[in-house]
């Protein structure tokens, strides 16, 4: 099994507490971190611009901006985002963009999109919130823009919602042109969501990696879904790597994880989210599949990988104030998975 990590941005309002002038160097020292341990495949952020799940005015900071940041002071770690919201930026500047921080970064980036959802967030930035018909055909427009400027260094589509008439993008991604592995999209692609008919329609359409439902049961279901996708249109369905996103709460015994949520819970209520928002958090991070102890969670994550999860995406909400349950995790749970 591959690991991920996402770093604190703020978004969840794991920063509370921290001075603005102090959180990017937080967020530099994690991703250093991450970057040194080779358990580590690859670093997260996520697209958003608003704390959930309530805004407050807690920071958030901006995921793109985050992406070149850490392109300039890593050197081995993967760099993704989980997952970009195609409606927030135009597909061919956005695919400039990740051009030229893939450049950036040697070819370390990972390009995680998806339809979009915060309606709090889309309706305040002005861009309105069309039906969900309308955000996956963008998505799917958007996708076929991508491929075409980093497979062919520029675009063209008269489509319904994007037209692009010779966009180019030189530079070309590193990644596709001269690192082998990812000829498919150049920058690999990770189509993130769940839904039936579009989203993983589009994912195998064009993923290298897809992202959904962490449970047993949910993931399961979403792969067979995708599965039927694949055969529709006669994509290898093994040739995409299904992964998953787990908010992990760990600790030697059941009194130490409840500390943790009891902490996680503090900051919450700290940072301006109300007590009903705050104890349904933490009551759906309590009941999540990477909640326990080390043992409880090589269980269950064993058990997902016999079912094709081989590429956990993990957030420790306390990462910013305490690393404690990310040595843990390192030491007794990667390593009986890794490999």
Not at 49 to 69: D, G, K, R, V
Not at 201 to 227: I, M, Q
Not at 268 to 288: D, N
Not at 293 to 315: D, H, K, N
Request: proline residues 4%.
């Amino acid at each position: 099994m591959r690991f991920g990590i996402f770093v604190p941005q703020g978004w969840r309002l794991d920063l509370v507490g921290i001075a603005p002038e102090h959180q990017w160097g937080v967020m530099r020292d994690l991703v250093q971190r991450a970057d040194a341990e080779e358990a580590w495949e690859s670093v997260w952020v996520y697209d958003h611009f608003h704390t959930t799940p309530e805004p407050t005015e807690e920071a958030t900071h901006e995921a793109w901006t985050l992406m070149a940041a850490f392109a300039a002071i890593t050197g081995r770690v993967r760099l993704g985002q989980m997952c970009t919201c195609m409606s927030y930026r135009d597909p061919a500047y956005l695919a400039k963009v990740a051009a030229t921080t893939d450049v950036i970064s040697g070819g370390r980036v990972e390009m995680g999109i998806g339809a979009g959802w915060y309606e709090h967030e889309w309706r305040a930035y002005g861009y309105g919130f069309p039906r969900a018909g309308e955000r996956l055909a963008r998505l799917r427009e958007g996708v076929e823009i991508f491929r075409q400027m980093w497979t062919t260094g520029s675009a063209t589509l008269d489509g319904k919602h994007y037209q692009v008439d010779g966009a180019l993008g030189w530079p070309r991604p590193l990644q596709g042109t001269t690192f082998p592995g990812s000829e498919r999209n150049g920058i690999p692609m990770w189509v993130a969501g769940g839904g039936e008919q579009k989203t993983l329609r589009t994912a195998a359409e064009y993923a290298d990696y897809t992202n959904f439902d962490g449970s047993p049961e949910g993931f399961v279901h979403k792969s067979e879904v995708l599965r039927g996708h694949c055969e529709e249109i006669g994509r290898d369905f093994g040739s995409i790597v299904r992964s998953a996103n787990y908010n992990v709460v760990i600790g030697r015994d059941e009194a130490e994880v409840e500390d943790r949520l009891a902490g996680i819970k503090d900051r919450m209520l700290k940072g301006g989210l109300s007590p009903e928002a705050t104890e349904r958090s933490v009551e759906g991070l309590r009941r999540g599949p990477a909640v326990g102890t080390p043992e409880q969670i090589v269980e269950t994550l064993r058990g997902l990988e016999a079912s094709g999860m081989t590429y956990a995406i993990t957030y420790f909400a306390e990462a910013a104030y305490d690393t404690s349950g990310i040595e843990l995790f390192e030491d007794e749970v990667i390593p009986a998975l890794a490999g």
